[in-house]
């Protein structure tokens, strides 16, 4: 009864590679986001939904394409990978109220990406 | 834009000391979120608390507790007899009203030794 999961957990790939992560919440939550955490541990906003609707995309390059195929769902597809993709992709979700942004974000267990 | 500042990059103490990790943040937004999310060597984001800008109120709970000035712009996380299960990077963020992300510190890394 995991809360916002991701898989893979692990993904080791060779450059040039196309990839993807899954990521699917039950806790009934309107938004959906995308973190990337680098090598120092910080912790950097990509992209996030709402009610399936892409409503930040922060300067992520064109190789990074989020899917979100419903609200409990929101993927992402990286095409050719590169050295400094590597990284931990987290996933969360939060719950709008009354049109705006207030609630707390939970996150996923990440996925640990490493390209070779 | 929002900005959290977590000057200190590593504290470490002995089993049963308090620790106290600063949190500094910056917005131009009067209505704004505040939170402290745990990562242990395990690696996942938990989450610990969420404060709101109009809710001043200190918070306690069990072992952790939680020190919101408006004042000053900070937003302190003060772990009280510490134990080893502590050990972990922690961090602050804030998030503005009408403002679908957080804003993270670069975190604070808390070692415990027994």
């Known amino acids: 009864d995991t809360a916002v999961s991701q898989t893979p957990k692990y993904l080791v790939t060779q450059m040039g590679n196309d990839k993807s992560i899954k990521c699917e919440q039950n806790?009934?939550?309107?938004?959906m986001y995308w973190y990337k955490q680098d090598s120092k541990k910080f912790l950097k906003i990509m992209f996030s939904?709402?009610?399936?609707?892409?409503?930040i995309n922060e300067t992520v390059p064109n190789r990074f394409s989020p899917k979100s195929p419903d609200k409990a769902h929101l993927n992402l597809h990286i095409n050719s990978l590169e050295l400094g993709d590597s990284a931990v992709y987290f996933c969360?979700?939060?719950?709008?109220?009354?049109?705006?942004?207030?609630?707390?974000?939970?996150f996923g267990p990440g996925t640990r990406l490493l390209v070779l | 834009a929002q900005k959290v500042t977590q000057a200190q990059t590593e504290i470490s103490v002995v089993e049963k000391e308090d620790v106290t990790l600063d949190c500094v943040y910056e917005?131009?937004?009067?209505?704004?979120?505040l939170f402290w999310y745990k990562q242990p060597p395990s690696g996942e984001l938990v989450f610990l608390i969420r404060?709101?800008?109009?809710?001043?109120q200190n918070e306690i709970s069990g072992r952790y507790s939680w020190n919101f000035q408006k004042s000053t712009s900070s937003f302190n996380f003060t772990i009280t007899a510490s134990q080893v299960v502590d050990s972990a990077v922690y961090f602050c963020?804030?998030?503005?009203?009408?403002?679908?992300?957080?804003?993270f510190g670069a975190g604070t890394t808390v070692t415990v030794r027994a």
């Open positions: 917005t131009r937004d009067t209505t704004y979120y």
């Open positions: 969360a979700s939060s719950q709008e109220s009354g049109g705006r942004n207030q609630e707390t974000q939970y």
């Open positions: 963020a804030l998030s503005a009203l009408n403002d679908y992300k957080l804003s």
């Open positions: 806790l009934g939550h309107d938004t």
């Open positions: 404060r709101n800008s109009f809710d001043e």
């Open positions: 939904y709402n009610n399936k609707e892409l409503i």
